[in-house]
């Protein structure tokens, strides 16, 4: 079912009370200017959402970001919130996107629910990915980040909190749809019966939290088209396992479940945070997936050294063509096997890095500096890399700055 948002706002805007003559408005923005450079010109260092990576040639586009929101609070109940970014997306252009558009109607201190456009809490950070003050990182981890490239949900979601004995929980139950726009009709990617529950629990330095997505995708991947229905046709024919491939790369009506569990502990001098997740699904195209990242970081007054390990395995059970070995139609695997090996994300990153917090000035509410290193290594296939050409070894290093500010 496509979630109809617009009547659904609509429906909600129609409820509000009426507005008292003075309505609370609050302004708040955030930005960061960076610059990445590896020390190879023969693959790029990919980025969520983008088609163009970080390479020998440097480049301000894929970390920099700017965001403005807005919030309007009509009374203690109702409120809606707008937040603008300017970030690079799927076309390669850094341009404005309506990153949040949402009505919040918070009845009781501790339940509140959202409709609009919302970030879908699919890891610990999803929140706070685009703002570079509140992460640790110049980037997070690509390893589990990069597993879900869709983040903006266009539904609603529920956040109920309360102490259950020393523990302070927070359950967001969320459903809706998405669409994934690489400027071109036929590479959209559309997600549909979106839904998903994120749990999370904090104690003294503790924070624990869990998450479960499934997602449908709506699109079939235009280059495809053609096997896809070679496959089907073989299939009646008789072929084993032409139906099983065919189908799984096939992205229309392909099935993703993506599960999340992280813990973070900071008790104001250190902070350590991990992270696992897993993508389920039986597709060719965005294969199975098993990744972890490990952070640790020490504040020394102003300054905080930081390392990141980070590791993304595809399942084993998802390595190859359906079609049997010796089969008469065995040449028909070429293409699940070639979709297959392109679709290797294996690698592995070690991250050191160091943040430095600048003191508050101007109009700046904060403002933090980081320089990181990163070592990348592609384990079977070209990783995580993107627009990748021959002779790439399948590893590289990689240097970042950034300058985040909010204000």
């Known amino acids: 079912m496509r979630f109809r948002i617009s009547t659904i706002a609509l429906a909600v805007a129609a409820s509000l009370p009426a507005l008292a003559s003075a309505v609370d408005f609050s302004y708040s923005g955030f930005s960061t200017a960076a610059y990445a450079q590896s020390d190879t010109d023969l ?14 040639d440097g480049t301000f586009t894929t ?15 109702f409120s809606a919130t707008v937040q603008g970014v300017a970030y690079a997306d799927l076309t390669a252009d850094w341009e404005p996107h309506l990153d949040w558009a949402y009505v919040r109607y918070q009845p009781t201190s501790n339940l509140s629910a959202r409709v609009g456009y919302l970030r879908a809490p699919t890891f610990m950070y999803s929140d706070s990915v685009f703002i570079g003050y509140a992460n640790s990182w110049v980037r997070p981890p690509m390893e589990v980040y990069g597993l879900s490239p869709a983040y903006q949900l266009r539904g609603v979601d529920l956040s109920w909190r309360n102490n259950l004995g020393p523990v302070a929980v927070t359950v967001q139950p969320y459903y809706g749809d998405s669409k994934l726009d690489a400027g071109d009709p036929a590479m959209e990617i ?64 392909t099935k993703i479940k993506n599960i999340n569990v992280g813990v973070q502990y900071d008790n104001g001098t250190s902070i350590a945070i991990a992270e696992v997740a897993q993508r389920d699904t039986d597709s060719y195209v965005t294969v199975a997936m098993n990744s972890a990242y490990v952070t640790y970081g020490h504040r020394f007054g102003s300054f905080m ?34 979709t297959l090996a392109g679709g290797n994300d294996d690698q592995d990153s070690y991250t050191l890095g160091v943040r430095y917090e600048v003191p508050s000035f101007s109009v700046l ?23 990748v050409q021959p002779g790439f070894d399948g590893d590289t290093d990689m240097i970042s700055a950034s300058f985040d500010f909010i204000f």
């Open 43 to 56: 693959a790029q260092v990919g980025y969520i959402g983008q088609p163009d990576g970080i390479d020998s």
């Open 63 to 77: 970390d920099s970001k700017l965001g403005v929101q807005v919030t309007a609070k009509f009374n203690d109940q």
């Open 190 to 253: 559309e997600v549909s019966e979106w839904a998903g529950m994120a749990v999370t629990g904090e104690v003294g330095s503790f924070m624990f939290r869990a998450g479960y997505a499934s997602i449908e995708l709506g699109t079939t991947t235009e280059q495809l088209v053609g096997p896809i229905t070679t496959l089907r046709s073989m299939a009646a024919l008789g072929c084993t396992g032409c139906a099983v491939d065919a189908n799984a790369l096939d992205l229309d009506g």
């Open 305 to 338: 050294p930081y390392g990141t390990i980070a590791a993304a395995r595809r399942d084993d059970s998802n390595m190859s063509s359906a079609i049997p070995a010796g089969s008469p139609f065995s040449p028909l695997a070429a293409v699940a096997n070639s």
């Open 365 to 387: 509410k904060g403002a933090i500096v980081k320089l990181q290193y990163d070592h990348i290594e592609a384990k079977e296939g070209n990783g995580m890399f993107i627009n």
